[in-house]
């Protein structure tokens, strides 16, 4: 199935992980392994860019930057369009190796290439929408108005467990803005990006601007750090942990550069006791077991009401038990591994520090000794005093805590460092207006009647406090990808100065 796969995506054994306008076909750097997290083989390998490489693609990037910028927004929007409809033809497929690199179920998988289309379908209108205010200007006859210009090269780094969609959120809307862009992805799903920009490139051969996405596949995270210090560079959008957005991000302001961040979450659920409990029990099993805990979204921590704790933690331990384990591609797995043998020893280590720190494990708490990075789905009865639930633990661990007062668990809602995701299950309307409201969850996305994870490419995704505070994709995002110019333009024969100032001679 995998040499299959590879075939068809022109990916042969040590590609090359560089793309500056074409493969470099020898990049200098280090070969990079991918695992398969299912069974531990290796999928393939690419080579990664030395300094060298890397200079070789910020210089085809300038050269992309400076004719794409010049083609009309809306032919722009064109080019995005076919790229969209590459992508729908290769849905199944793309899907299916990120389901093999990642260990992502298939329909999540195949969710993730949908997130791209959606991306270009989204651009694609916005192509004919990249437009400024007019203001009422306080002078006569004269007219004030903004205008947004291509900014110039974006550097995008992202995370493993979204090795797609996140890119598309970045790359896609850069493009349609007029910049070109250069991609760092995580060092464990290289063969997702090598086939990513095979598809992406030779649409964009065909339009005649092959040089307008490139790819910088790096030995650690070499080519993030490269980025991060390069004046050249404008705008660099990290998708990551709360500590790479601190080191990154401080070494982007350092030169004065923008930062566009999306770090960790430590999201979480209120089930009130008038909730459509069905309901609200789908919603935290997909949010909380769903990509084996491993979404930014994921929800770690829920707040039941004391009145319906027991009822509705019965019910969960019965629906955990019915999660199917095993490998992503068969149909009828809910949950495949996760993604190193690094990230299953961080869970096992969060479970006893959990224990020691009075927290009980309800169900689940082990690895499943198979042959890739199984684990069981873990619920513990855990208190909010417990240190252990300020931080992500990148895995399916869901803390479960008992409130009595709305105000308590909005309380224990807020009282993490990280701001990204949080929902509330009620049918009363007092309460999830409580929950909207300026006194109620300090998240990024605040949800009723929906889980944390899962969100639309239509609204601002992003997180607030030690999340970063980006906003990327629908809304409004586009405008962190263009420099905003305000004009004054004087149609009168008088020279006035703003405020009634006075400079006469
Ligand atoms: P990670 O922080 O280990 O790596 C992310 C990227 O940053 C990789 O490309 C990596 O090479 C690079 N990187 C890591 N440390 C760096 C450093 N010190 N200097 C320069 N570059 C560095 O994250 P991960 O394990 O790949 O992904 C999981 C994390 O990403 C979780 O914390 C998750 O919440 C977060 N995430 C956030 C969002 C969001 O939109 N907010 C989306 C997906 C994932």
């Not at 064109?78 to 290769?90: E, M």
């Not at 791209?116 to 002078?139: K, P, V, W, Y």
């Not at 004065?256 to 099993?285: C, P, W, Y």
């Amino acid at each position: 199935m995998i040499n299959e796969l590879l075939e068809k995506f022109g990916i042969h054994h040590t590609h090359s992980g560089v793309y500056a306008g074409d493969w470099i076909t020898r990049p200098e750097g280090m070969e990079i392994e991918s695992i398969n997290p299912s069974d531990k083989k290796p999928i393939a390998s690419v080579m990664s860019a030395s300094r060298k490489n890397y200079e070789q693609v910020v210089a085809s990037a300038v050269e992309g930057f400076e004719k794409w910028r010049k083609v009309p927004a809306p032919k722009r929007g064109d080019i995005i369009r076919q790229i969209g409809a590459a992508l729908r033809k290769n849905k199944k497929d793309l899907g299916l190796l990120i389901t093999l690199e990642t260990g992502k179920i298939l329909s999540e998988g195949q969710g993730e290439v949908q997130e791209m289309i959606d991306m270009c379908d989204f651009a694609l209108g916005l192509s004919r929408q990249l437009h400024g205010l007019t203001m009422a200007s306080e002078r006569k006859d004269h007219r004030l108005f903004e205008q947004w210009h291509p900014l110039g090269i974006v550097g995008i780094i992202s995370a493993f467990n979204f090795p797609a969609a996140v890119w598309a959120w970045n790359s896609i809307l850069a493009a349609i803005c007029g910049d070109s862009s250069i991609w760092k992805p995580s060092t464990h799903t290289p063969v997702t990006s090598v086939a990513i920009l095979g598809i992406v490139s030779s649409i964009m051969r065909e339009n005649g601007h092959a040089d307008v996405f490139s790819l910088c596949i790096s030995e650690m995270h070499l080519a993030a750090e490269w980025i991060a210090e390069d004046r050249r560079i404008p705008l660099v959008s990290a998708t990551g942990s709360c500590e790479m957005g601190k080191v990154l991000g401080s070494k982007v302001s350092q030169r004065l550069g923008r930062s566009l961040l999306e770090l960790g979450g430590n999201n979480a659920a209120i089930i009130s006791h008038s909730a459509n409990m069905e309901q609200a029990l789908r919603a935290v099993l997909f949010s909380a077991a769903g990509t084996a805990g491993q979404r930014c979204t994921t929800l770690r921590r829920l707040f039941l009401h004391d009145s319906i704790e027991i009822m509705f933690l019965e019910k969960l331990r019965e629906a955990y038990r019915g999660i199917k384990v095993g490998d992503p591609w068969e149909e009828g797995v809910l949950m495949g591994p996760l993604i190193s043998e690094n990230a299953v020893d961080k869970m096992m280590w969060a479970i006893q520090e959990a224990k020691k720190q009075g927290g009980k494990v309800l169900t689940g708490g082990n690895r499943i000794l198979d042959k890739g990075y199984f684990v069981e789905p873990t619920i513990i009865l855990a208190n909010p005093e417990m240190q252990i639930i300020q931080q992500e633990t990148f895995a399916p661990i869901l803390y479960v805590m008992p409130y009595h007062n709305l105000e308590d668990a909005i309380r224990y809602n807020n009282g993490v460092h990280q701001g990204l995701s949080s929902a509330i299950f009620t049918d009363s309307l007092r309460e999830a207006e409580e929950f909207l409201s300026y006194r109620g969850s300090d998240c990024g996305l605040a949800n009723v009647n929906i889980g944390t994870s899962g969100a639309e490419i239509g609204g601002a995704f992003g997180g607030e406090k030690d999340t970063g505070g980006g906003r990327e994709s629908g809304s409004d995002c586009w405008k962190n990808y263009m420099r905003r110019q305000t004009c004054t333009i004087n149609g009168g024969n008088q020279l006035q100065l703003a405020q009634g100032v006075r400079f006469d001679l």
